[in-house]
């Protein structure tokens, strides 16, 4: 595919990119400083490193034809299964994870790269399929596409990272055209088994009183009687639509399905989730129930946060980082830090440079003219979407902590190729945007 201006690349994204990296290895190496002023980590000289070898890797992605991407898709999607696989036999645990694979003394996290691989090959498929993409068969093999690998990162178990597979997949299948009714079933579905998993330990810690409709979930006679008599509306209706044709029979299998779903997917949620993982959501609603356990982190945070004020306390000068009060502050929670010293401006140029890339990711692929490219970039464009939400909602105690890096900023190799490679492919996009 030709291309018209091999260096006609979107600057604003760009510049954005660079000036995220430059706040990272600032606040990395403010992380690394005590209230002293003793140095303890050189995690700031690595991440320059990772940096400099990820803008390579980005130049390389970008002035590639992204078509390529698609004819290798389908290898590059079953590599990193494969990659997967090896990970959970053979990786290395890290803070109750087995996520990490040691090469060349390096730790590499492949459910991060796992992430465009599922991109690539999930907008191939949907290309392929166009013809019959209102189908419930072709949007299930889609659904296996996007969750297998979601299931393989839960098995290590790493919820926050198994979590970005699921928007990945619903934009990619809305773009695409599948069925509103499946997304939006597959959506409210997931929400209910979370909200009925969590009721029971809700109930425990912080209503600390009996609720009826808690007693339905955590009662199993209650809730075989509950679920048969969703499940005998469920077939009865089926039948009616069957016989009738009527659309409301068709509305009501929805319904009572949508509610089966739910239901005893909230017994996989209490069953597979972790204590920890449980207990992170409970003081996501109240911090308190655990103050110098779980709760501890998002408290820390919030006062990070909250101290820095309008300007911040300056650079090198917050306390709750350099006192070490902070969990995983060169990572996780490295927007506390920055909030802390820079305060509200500064929180606001980070997420105004995001808005940036997300804003004109969106007008860059609605630019291309073909099918896979804007599948491809609006399921990168959610990816970086859902990392910015989700770290910066959890440093500001409105989003459950999840341990999903700040893209770009947060330390860490495998986080910041995977975000310089999607920034690169978006580029890529942008300058083929023309025809032949």
């Keep these: 595919m030709k291309v018209k201006n091999l260096f006609n690349i979107d600057f604003a994204i760009f510049v954005s990119m660079l000036g995220l990296m430059i706040l990272g290895i600032m606040f990395i190496y403010s992380s690394g400083i005590t209230s002293t002023g003793l140095r303890i980590s050189n995690e700031f000289i690595y991440q320059i490193v990772w940096i400099i070898s990820g803008l390579i890797i980005f130049f390389i992605v970008m002035f590639s034809d992204y078509l390529l991407f698609r004819q290798w898709s389908l290898y590059i999607y079953l590599g990193a299964i494969f990659v997967l696989i090896l990970t959970l036999l053979f990786g290395r645990e890290v803070n109750g994870s087995k996520s990490w694979l040691g090469l060349f003394g390096f730790g590499i996290q492949p459910s991060e790269f796992t992430k465009i691989a599922t991109i690539l090959f999930l907008s191939d498929y949907y290309v392929k399929k166009k013809k019959s993409i209102k189908r ?58 979370i909200i009925m998993g969590v009721l029971p330990a809700w109930q425990k810690f912080i209503l600390k009183e ?11 006679d209650l809730f075989i009687i509950l679920g048969g008599s969703i499940g005998i509306i469920a077939f009865l209706s089926i039948i009616g639509f069957v016989y009738s044709k009527r659309s409301y029979f068709y509305w009501i299998f ?5 509610m089966i779903t739910g239901l005893f997917g909230s017994l996989a949620v209490r069953a597979f989730l972790k204590e920890y993982q449980l207990m992170r959501l409970i003081v996501f609603l109240d911090p308190s129930v655990d103050p110098r356990g779980t709760g501890w982190n998002i408290i820390q945070s919030l006062i990070a946060v ?13 306390t709750q980082s350099h006192y070490r009060f902070l969990p995983e502050q060169s990572t996780d929670f490295i927007f506390s830090i920055l909030s802390e010293e820079l305060g509200f401006i500064g929180s606001v140029l980070v997420i105004f440079l995001f808005a940036i890339i997300l804003v004109r990711g969106l007008m860059l692929i609605m630019k291309s003219k073909d099918d896979y490219g804007i599948f491809v970039g609006s399921g990168i464009v959610m990816m970086i979407f859902f990392h910015v939400i989700i770290n910066i909602g959890m440093a500001i105690g409105i989003m459950p902590i999840t341990g999903i890096p700040l893209l770009f900023i947060s330390y860490g190799g495998s986080s910041l190729w995977t975000a310089l490679i999607s920034v690169g492919i978006l580029q890529n996009i942008y300058l083929r945007r023309y025809r032949y």
Excluded: C
Excluded at 210 to 220: A, H, P
Excluded at 254 to 258: A, I
Excluded at 306 to 318: D, E, R
């Design 210 to 220: 009996d609720f009826r409709f808690v007693e339905v979930l955590i009662n199993n």
């Design 254 to 258: 929805y319904s009572s399905f949508l």
């Design 136 to 193: 419930l068969s072709t949007f299930l093999l889609a659904m296996l596409i996007g969750f297998l690998p979601l299931l393989l990162v839960i098995a290590q178990p790493d919820m926050g990272t198994a979590l970005v597979f699921i928007p990945i997949f619903l934009i990619i299948s809305f773009m695409a055209g599948a069925k509103k009714r499946y997304i939006l079933f597959l959506f409210v579905s997931g929400l209910l088994m």
């Design 306 to 318: 909250g101290s820095g004020g309008l300007s911040g306390k300056g650079f090198l000068q917050g």
